[in-house]
């Protein structure tokens, strides 16, 4: 496909999860053909994006003071005679569409995460007529439809998204209300989109949902991985993020025999007190998620967990958190993401009573996190010594380093020739730190 050469600027600033870096991305991707390149300046953009998320408080505050400043921005080009257009996207958008609209004037369009097939078409407008709005509720399969299977990956790692949505009602979250319902693009759909990446030098996929792992194409999750294992060049597969309940035999089983998914599984628990699990609506207790990863490590012995966490929901009790301190202690975390409760309006744990203090949240939270980072520094070192298949991401902070990934998601630094970029290599891990690896390559590479 040709493309006119970039004529235009477009910033996008990315807040929140790796759902928003897909979607940011795939905007970058139906944009290009209008002549949009990226820039890192916002000042210069003729087309500014924030994609915004919504899971915490004082994000909605967060968007309105950006927008401040970019409005400031705007102003700058409009007095030298330049234009620029704003748009919202991502869940504060789809939340708060008329609100931004009203209380920013400065915003020409608000696109909701369903919709952004038809950003060119709505830029287009917004340029004839200013203040056009977007209606946030189209079909998922519309836009995934539209967005269609080519990508301009920037890197050997890539994003694709095969499902969005949750139905799962967690009563202390929003996604169910700003993503919708579960939906799951088509298999041949994600297929075609996985080898247009591996024909352009993609090694890694990341497969991303809300609730991935209730992939409802043929097959599920695990049938899909495994037709994605056979393309040529793909060989490594992740994805993110899972719910305990939609670990099924036949994704397990995956886990102990298809060679290319990796090691590493983000399964969230949230707590570790089966009476805050029941109010937080989890639909597993503390013993059938402990019992879940034992299963998983029966499949896959070096299997490394990671998690979410959260404390302070209303009503935890010191000895409710003791209990995620328990859990917590007997799975091993590599990987976490620990976070004070936040109330969100408009879900059902928002009106509960006995919300917990601020300063008993800080201090679980503190609590929380010392445990989890000494668990994630005893990870890291018992790879000292071994050596481990790392694939090569981008140049590393040093001249003549590389940074690539173990297959724990680890990072890796390692002096290595450039051309190693792309190549998964054996390395020799000498160090360990709580964020990284280091290491030499285990064997002479030309
Ligand atoms: N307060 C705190 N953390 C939350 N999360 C989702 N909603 C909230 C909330 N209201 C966390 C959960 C989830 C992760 C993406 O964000 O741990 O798994
Ligand atoms: Fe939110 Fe729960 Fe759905 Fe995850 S599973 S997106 S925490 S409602």
Same mark, same amino acid.
């Given at each position: 496909m040709s493309e006119p050469a970039p004529t235009r600027r477009l910033y996008i600033k990315t807040h929140g999860c790796q759902m928003n870096v897909y979607d940011s991305e795939r905007m970058a991707d139906v944009l290009r053909p209008l002549g949009y390149a990226m820039t890192e300046r916002p000042e210069d953009a003729d087309l500014v994006v924030l994609n915004t998320c919504h899971i915490r408080e004082k994000a909605t505050e967060k968007?309105?003071?950006?927008?401040?400043?970019?409005?400031?921005?705007? @102003?700058?080009?409009?007095?030298?005679?330049?234009?620029?257009?704003?748009?919202?996207?991502?869940?504060?958008?789809?939340?708060?569409?008329?609100?931004?609209? &009203?209380?920013?004037?400065?915003?020409?369009?608000?696109?909701?995460?369903?919709?952004? &097939?038809?950003?060119?078409?709505?830029?287009? /407008?917004?340029h004839r007529a200013k203040g056009e709005r977007l209606s946030?509720?189209?079909?998922?399969?519309?836009?995934?439809?539209?967005?269609?299977?080519? #990508?301009?990956?920037?890197g050997v790692t890539a994003f694709l998204t095969i499902q969005e949505g949750c139905d799962k009602f967690c009563t202390f979250c929003v996604v169910p209300y700003t993503r919708g319902?579960?939906?799951?693009?088509?298999?041949?759909?994600?297929?075609?989109e996985a080898r247009s990446l591996a024909g352009q030098g993609v090694r890694e996929v990341t497969l991303l949902g809300q609730n991935v792992n209730a992939y409802g194409g043929e097959g599920g999750l695990?049938?899909?991985? /495994?037709?994605?294992?056979?393309?040529?060049?793909?060989?490594?597969? /992740?994805?993110?993020?899972s719910h305990p309940a939609d670990m099924d035999e036949a994704l397990i089983e995956a886990h102990g025999e298809v060679e290319a998914l990796m090691p590493y599984l983000h399964l969230p628990v949230q707590a570790g007190s089966d009476k805050v699990l029941r109010a937080m609506n989890r639909a597993h207790t503390a013993e059938s998620?402990?019992?879940?990863?034992?299963?998983? /490590?029966?499949?896959?012995?070096?299997?490394?967990?990671?998690?979410?966490?959260?404390?302070?929901?209303?009503g935890?009790?010191?000895?409710?958190?003791?209990?995620?301190?328990? @859990?917590?202690?007997?799975?091993?975390?590599?990987?976490?993401?620990?976070?004070?409760?936040?109330?969100?309006?408009?879900?059902?744990?928002?009106?509960?009573?006995?919300?917990?203090a601020e300063e008993v949240k800080e201090e679980r939270l503190a609590r929380?996190?010392?445990?989890?980072?000494?668990?994630?520094?005893?990870?890291?070192?018992?790879?000292?010594?071994?050596?481990?298949?790392?694939?090569?991401? #981008?140049?590393? #902070?040093?001249?003549?380093? @590389?940074?690539?990934?173990?297959?724990?998601?680890?990072?890796?630094?390692?002096? %290595?020739?450039?051309?190693?970029?792309?190549?998964?290599?054996?390395? #020799?891990?000498?160090?360990? %730190?709580?964020?990284s690896l280091a290491g030499a390559l285990a064997l002479e590479v030309a």
């Open positions: 968007v309105y003071s950006e927008l401040g400043y970019i409005k400031q921005m705007k @102003l700058a080009r409009q007095a030298a005679g330049q234009s620029m257009t704003i748009a919202v996207a991502g869940c504060v958008a789809q939340a708060e569409g008329k609100e931004i609209m &009203h209380r920013q004037p400065a915003v020409d369009l608000v696109i909701g995460p369903q919709a952004y &097939h038809q950003l060119p078409e709505l830029i287009a /407008r917004t946030a509720d189209f079909a998922p399969q519309a836009k995934f439809d539209r967005l269609g299977s080519d #990508r301009n990956p920037s319902a579960e939906f799951s693009r088509p298999m041949d759909a994600v297929l075609a695990a049938g899909l991985v /495994r037709k994605l294992a056979q393309i040529e060049g793909l060989d490594r597969i /992740r994805y993110t993020t998620y402990l019992r879940l990863v034992e299963k998983i /490590r029966a499949a896959r012995p070096d299997m490394a967990m990671a998690g979410d966490f959260i404390v302070g929901f209303p935890e009790r010191e000895q409710d958190f003791e209990a995620t301190l328990q @859990l917590v202690a007997e799975v091993g975390y590599a990987g976490a993401f620990s976070f004070k409760y936040s109330r969100r309006p408009g879900t059902p744990a928002a009106n509960l009573p006995d919300q917990v929380l996190n010392a445990l989890l980072d000494e668990q994630q520094s005893a990870f890291n070192a018992s790879q000292a010594g071994r050596t481990l298949p790392v694939l090569f991401e #981008r140049a590393g #902070r040093h001249p003549g380093q @590389l940074s690539g990934r173990s297959p724990y998601l680890q990072a890796v630094h390692v002096s %290595a020739p450039d051309h190693l970029i792309g190549q998964i290599v054996p390395v #020799r891990i000498e160090s360990a %730190a709580k964020m």
